[in-house]
């Protein structure tokens, strides 16, 4: 059926706070999950992973936290930059039918401004 | 420079048209995907290929249909099937390692337009 646009969640901070971007990931089962970042019009980048048996990963000026508890992940940016202005995306990963290869699944994306 | 190419980054076409859009990468990845996203939503898997010769259908298939016909290049064709064909397309591509990675690298991403 048509689909139907949905309002992105919306995060604005000023130049140098930090920003915490917020994920609910929805299998229980999924072993992996990234954060990428989309600027308009261009494809998403890698920004940081994590495996499901870690709670924590940083990277530079980021850090992924896990709770496989509630199911929630969270992307959190240090300083954050102007350029850092983006729509994030969490995405999970998960096994079907045994197969090496994992299928992506996309959460919804969270636009993230940054004023100067 | 190793990477995934899309083209075109525009593309406009009439209703009733079948339309190709290609992907290509120099990474030796093995599996390669194509996405689907909207206006102010996520991406939505259409169709993807482990290995070639061989593919599977995604969330979205109904209205596309692909071919892999070499580890490089995974076209995607927008048939006049497809009920609201225009958005932006991105493919993706991955590889398989000892580690079980799965990140997935993105090409710039096709825009298409039908009218």
């Known amino acids: 059926g048509e689909s139907v646009g949905l309002h992105l969640p919306t995060l604005s901070v000023q130049e140098g706070d930090n920003s915490i971007i917020n994920c609910a990931y929805s299998n229980s089962a999924s072993d992996y999950f990234i954060w990428y970042k989309q600027e308009s019009g261009k494809g998403p980048q890698f920004i940081i992973d994590?495996?499901?048996?870690?709670d924590k990963r940083q990277g530079q000026r980021v850090t992924v936290l896990l709770n496989k508890t509630v199911k929630h992940l969270s992307l959190q940016i240090a300083a954050t930059q102007p350029g850092d202005s983006a729509v994030y995306f969490c995405?999970?990963?998960?096994?079907?039918?045994?197969?090496?290869?994992?299928?992506?699944?996309f959460g919804q994306g969270t636009i993230l401004t940054v004023h100067p | 420079d190793g990477g995934i190419t899309q083209s075109p980054k525009y593309l406009f076409r009439k209703e009733g048209q079948n339309v190709t859009l290609s992907c290509e990468q120099n990474l030796n990845h093995d599996a390669m995907y194509w996405y689907r996203q909207d206006p102010g939503q996520g991406l939505r898997l259409i169709y993807y290929?482990?290995?070639?010769?061989?593919?599977q259908k995604g969330d979205i298939a109904e209205g596309y249909s692909v071919s892999r016909e070499k580890k490089e290049s995974f076209p995607l064709t927008v048939t006049s099937a497809q009920k609201n064909p225009t958005a932006f397309y991105l493919c993706a591509s991955s590889t398989r390692t000892s580690g079980r990675t799965y990140e997935q690298y993105f090409g710039p991403g096709t825009r298409l337009t039908v009218t």
């Open positions: 994590i495996r499901s048996n870690m």
């Open positions: 290929s482990q290995i070639v010769n061989d593919f």
């Open positions: 995405a999970e990963n998960w096994h079907a039918g045994g197969t090496s290869y994992g299928k992506l699944t």
